[in-house]
């Protein structure tokens, strides 16, 4: 049997919206509000909680492709013998390369950060560091930070990723970690040496006549860096002495008169030197050589001259010692290009391609810049002559986009201030840069290929 209809003319009308609007009641709001105190369970790896694209996954991948038997081989803790394992050197190449990356040069921070971001969090995995560990690592062994270089840009010219038949070599002043008042001159030096003398003398009779008076730990502490300054004032009167002959025979060069040499308590090796803002100030002589095709720094070197008129001969001969092959051509400026670099260079098996100088200013005067000069070598001749084509014109215009490019990338990581003092620890800063660069690159390079 069918229902009736519902007949809809019964139903009563709505009431207006006037009406039909209550108003709220006065009470106080119902809020969510954030409970920091709460416990919460996250059953997440830090595998989980980074991205699959970070880079720093690239960077452990790239650190762990190398052969680190030369930090291996000094770890005495090994399996069936008493001792505490071991930091594996994989974890704090891989800390300091990102760390680099990131433009992070202080072991502090660096240690600080392993505890607060989470992709340092994820490199370490649970395994603790501490500042004093990762400044050890970085500043010793030397020939170690050589060895990664050479195996890196080995590994890349075995797949042909990298060519080296040209390199661009270029030199920037970083400051030095010693300020201008440390530079003083031998008579000086002196003083303060007797002054070493005293202190370290006084520290022993403390010792002695009141041993309470101190912990170990603070004697100790105090005779370390009364020893290390007395031995920095040493270096430095060796520095100065040095350095005074050297003016000495440029004045006999030069006919000019020289001012006493002065050197620096706090870094003797550093130099006061010109840096690009037009002030002199305490710096290393940093030299990068870049293949130009990749982009791969392929050479290092710190030194602490003041002009670059003789780096590109050292620089071949540690390609030479590297990776047992000679660049046909160097791109450098200006600076280097001295009639006893270009000899020397050609010697080797390598043409210069370096600007001439004073070339408009010749032109001016009615003279062939490019025109072979009495007392001119085969090579210096060769030179000025090759300068003087447009095709060597367009040879030397990659040389700004590799070596100024290269310099450009490490002062955006921060290579603006030498943390740690000596030529040798300053040249392993270096060495930072060009692998962690490398690395980059070289996984750029084959996914390209890929």
């Keep these: 049997m069918m229902k009736p209809l519902l007949n809809l003319d019964h139903l009563p009308e709505p009431p207006p919206p006037a009406q039909s609007a209550q108003p709220l009641s006065p009470g106080k709001p119902r809020l969510r509000v954030p409970h920091r105190d709460q416990p919460e369970f996250c059953w997440k790896s830090l595998d989980d909680l980074l ?70 969090q994820w490199l370490c995995g649970g395994v603790s560091v501490n500042y004093h560990m990762l400044s050890d690592f970085r500043s010793q062994g030397g020939e170690k930070w050589d060895g990664l ?44 040496l007797e002054v070493a003398g005293q202190q370290l003398d006084a520290l022993k009779q403390l010792a002695e006549e009141a041993p309470d008076e101190l912990t170990r730990r603070q004697r100790a502490a105090r005779q370390r860096a009364a020893d290390e300054r007395q031995q920095r004032i040493e270096e430095a009167m060796c520095e100065c002495e040095d350095l005074q002959r050297q003016r000495e025979a440029w004045s006999k060069k030069s006919c000019r008169k020289v001012g006493e040499a002065r050197a ?38 710190v030194t602490n001259a003041g002009t670059d008129g003789s780096e590109l001969p050292p620089m071949l001969d540690q390609l030479e010692a590297r990776y047992e092959r000679m660049p046909l051509e160097a791109l450098v400026d200006g600076g280097f290009a001295t009639v006893e670099t270009i000899d020397k260079a050609a010697e080797r098996g390598c043409a210069v391609y370096a600007p001439v100088r004073d070339e408009e200013k010749q032109r001016a005067e009615g003279k062939d810049p490019h025109a072979r000069r009495k007392g001119d070598s085969d090579a210096v001749a060769d030179w000025r002559s090759r300068m003087g084509t447009e095709a060597a014109k367009v040879i030397y215009g990659l040389r700004c986009q590799t070596a100024e490019w290269v310099n450009a990338q490490c002062r955006n990581r921060g290579l603006w201030h030498m943390p740690v003092r000596g030529r040798p620890r300053c040249r392993i800063i270096a060495l930072m840069y060009a692998i962690a660069h490398n690395l980059v690159i070289g996984q750029r390079l084959r996914l390209v290929r890929a």
């Excluded at 071991?86 to 891989?94: K, S, V």
């Excluded at 080296?164 to 030096?189: C, E, I, P, T, Y």
């Excluded at 037009?278 to 982009?295: H, I, L």
């Design 264 to 301: 620096s308590t706090t870094d003797p090796e550093a130099r006061v030197m010109k840096f690009a803002c037009g002030g002199y100030s305490p710096g290393y002589n940093v030299q990068f050589a870049t293949d130009t095709q990749s982009g791969v720094i392929v050479g290092v070197d």
């Design 149 to 192: 270089l050479t195996q890196i840009v080995g590994t890349l010219l075995a797949a042909d990723l990298v060519k080296m038949d040209r390199v661009a070599q270029d030199g920037m002043r970083v400051r030095a970690n010693a300020g201008k008042s440390s530079f003083r001159r031998r008579s000086r030096l002196q003083e303060c």
């Design 51 to 120: 991205e699959a694209d970070h880079p720093v996954r690239i960077v452990w991948a790239g650190v762990c492709s190398l052969d680190l038997t030369s930090w291996l081989s000094e770890i005495k803790a090994v399996f069936g013998h008493v001792g505490r394992d071991a930091t594996d050197p994989r974890l704090l190449l891989a800390l300091w390369v990102y760390a680099t990356l990131k433009g992070i040069g202080s072991a502090r921070e660096l240690d600080r950060l392993c505890g607060d971001c989470l992709p340092y």
